[in-house]
């Protein structure tokens, strides 16, 4: 039997709709309901759509149509929902920038984008970075959005007694253009037809299959789609009742898709946080109450140290992780809390991006759960792709479905070599199982070549979590002089465990193969994290690099 699998027991069918058709809708129908919270400051879905309206007008007068990318360089703000909105509402496509990104990593996106108006916060970090580009001639316009002004009262009172160094003096003129005057215009901008189908909404950057970073062409809908599908296999999620936490960063394609724009197509309160900040996400979940909390491994994890004694977090009935594999002793730990399970899935920014859900009634550990509706899973044959392998055999995952991009922006060579047979060559490896669940075994760019066979880093880092004192586990590749590439596994321990290199070592010796085996464990303080809490490799790996070379 193939190694194809897909949702069949849902009867699903995808409809195109623009993405600005969600926030029409939310207003129509929660016009009084609370839509943002952010750090205490609340707005309606009546207010968020008569500002992304406003906001829509003043980026029409400064000559935002069809096609024009508007960048949007944001931590979490109410401006993040509304100028998103705005932008789409005109035709424009949405290129999310990374506001901690360098200032050459932000410059090679604006030029491969061909971005020319960037929104930005007033935060002096953030327009320090942006001044220097718009010295360079890469931006016309810069949006500027206050951060005081999007506080209540008086947490705006304090912002400016104590963290005035941190907020930057934007001039407002012909470059700079502050949020307050782009919607003082017209209340509603001109009607634009938005083809759902061929209009592309977001440029979502990512190190794609192939590992330069390019932008994603996502469809309006490429992303409704996916909304579509996350509801049709989640069908408890209520409408105009759940509240939503926001702490994943929006401009991160998961965050974008299934907090901001799902918390939209349901009416949910979106409780929006600039930043991880242990303390007050605790307060924020106590205050209040959320029943929804997207997230990734680390987050959970941390939230379960946060947590006081007798801590209840059963009012949380919807867990969905991505990002990393969660331990079976993590999900337990925070059931334990919320008596609700993680829901682990899969994706990426090619697709919208979520590929599989664990079923709410079904959880296999190990597993990222089921194609979603709509979507069809395969494994092929990485050395010969047009392979479909049989079930339960290792390969590369490939994806067919209504959220799966148009290609990546100006690229078309490596748009083609990305697809084959019209499915998406994701660079994963996984294998199916008898009942369509998905394992994902490793990244094809992650595998250790070690003396000629292959070493799942995945693997190793899962034994290592069997390992009580471990909270964090990395394994990857470095030079060895006998077998090419050797595994070495980093570690953070948890609080209060004690464990040396020595007993962990010791420890997989019986729970990997020879070849498995680490040939050294380092334990860290900490380890190198992506913006949305996934342990990240690539640090590790130069640091491993730099080493060898300095021996030479």
Not at 151 to 178: C, I, M
Not at 287 to 299: A, D, E, I, N, W
Not at 314 to 326: D, E, R, V, Y
Not at 332 to 351: A, V
Request: some cysteine; glycine content about 10%; overall charge neutral.
């Amino acid at each position: 039997m193939d190694a194809t699998a897909n949702h069949a027991d849902v009867d699903f069918v995808a409809v195109p709709t623009p993405l600005i058709d969600l926030l029409d809708d939310a207003a129509r129908r929660f016009a009084g309901r609370p839509a943002i919270d952010f750090l205490g400051r609340g707005q309606t879905w009546g207010t968020v759509a008569d500002l992304a309206d406003r906001a829509a007008a003043g980026l029409q007068a400064l000559g935002v149509g069809k096609g024009v990318c508007v960048g949007l360089c944001l931590p979490n703000t109410p401006y993040s929902v509304i100028l998103y909105f705005a932008i789409l509402k005109v035709g424009g496509t949405v290129v999310n920038f990374n506001p901690l990104y360098t200032e050459r990593e932000l410059a090679g996106q604006i030029k491969d984008s061909g971005t020319r108006i960037m929104v930005t916060l007033d935060i002096a970090m953030i327009q320090a970075k942006i001044g220097r580009l718009v010295d360079q001639g890469l931006l016309d316009r810069v949006i500027v959005c206050s951060m005081v002004a999007a506080l209540p009262l008086l947490k705006a009172l304090l912002f400016r007694a104590f963290k005035a160094r941190d907020l930057a003096a934007v001039p407002d003129g012909e470059v700079y253009l502050r949020f307050d005057r782009l919607i003082a215009g017209a209340a509603k901008p001109k009607p634009v037809a938005i083809d759902p189908v061929q209009d592309i909404a977001v440029l979502q950057y990512t190190g794609g299959t192939t590992g330069t970073p390019k932008a994603a062409m996502l469809t309006h809908a490429n992303i409704t789609a996916n909304i579509q599908q996350v509801l049709a296999a989640n069908p408890t999620i209520g409408r105009g009742t759940e509240r939503i936490v926001g702490i994943l960063p929006l401009f991160h394609v998961f965050a974008m898709t299934g907090v901001m724009n799902l918390g939209v197509a349901i009416g949910a309160e979106l409780i929006l946080m600039p930043r991880l900040d242990m303390k007050l996400l605790m307060a924020t979940i106590a205050r209040k109450r959320p029943t929804m909390l997207p997230g990734v491994p680390t987050l959970y994890t941390a939230i379960c140290n946060a947590a006081g004694a007798g801590m209840d977090l059963s009012f949380i009935h919807f867990c969905m992780s991505g990002g990393a594999p969660m331990s079976l002793e993590g999900m337990e730990r925070f059931q334990l809390l919320s008596r609700c399970p993680i829901l682990e899935g899969y994706g990426l920014s090619e697709t919208s991006p979520i590929v599989t859900t664990t079923p709410p009634d079904r959880v296999k550990i190990g597993s990222v759960g089921r194609a979603l509706p709509g979507t069809i899973v395969e494994i092929r044959d990485p050395d010969h792709p047009e392979v479909v392998l049989a079930q339960g055999a290792r390969g590369e995952i490939c994806v067919r479905g209504p959220q799966v991009m148009r290609g990546y922006y100006h690229r078309p060579a490596e748009t083609a070599a990305s697809f084959v047979d019209g499915a998406l060559r994701t660079g994963d490896i996984g294998y199916l199982d008898e009942d369509g669940y998905l394992f994902i075994v490793d990244r094809i760019k992650d595998l250790i070549l070690c003396g000629g066979f292959n070493v799942y880093p995945r693997v190793i880092e899962e034994a290592a979590y069997q390992h009580a004192a471990v909270q964090d586990a990395v394994a990857i590749g470095i030079p060895d002089a006998y077998r090419g590439q050797a595994p070495k596994l980093f570690v953070t321990l948890r609080p209060g465990a004690v464990a040396t290199e020595a007993e962990i070592l010791e420890f997989l010796q019986a729970h990997l193969n020879r070849i498995e085996i680490p040939k050294t464990v380092e334990i860290r303080e900490s380890l190198p994290k992506t913006m949305v809490g996934k342990l990240s490799k690539k640090e590790l790996v130069a640091e491993e690099v730099a080493k060898a070379q300095a021996k030479v």
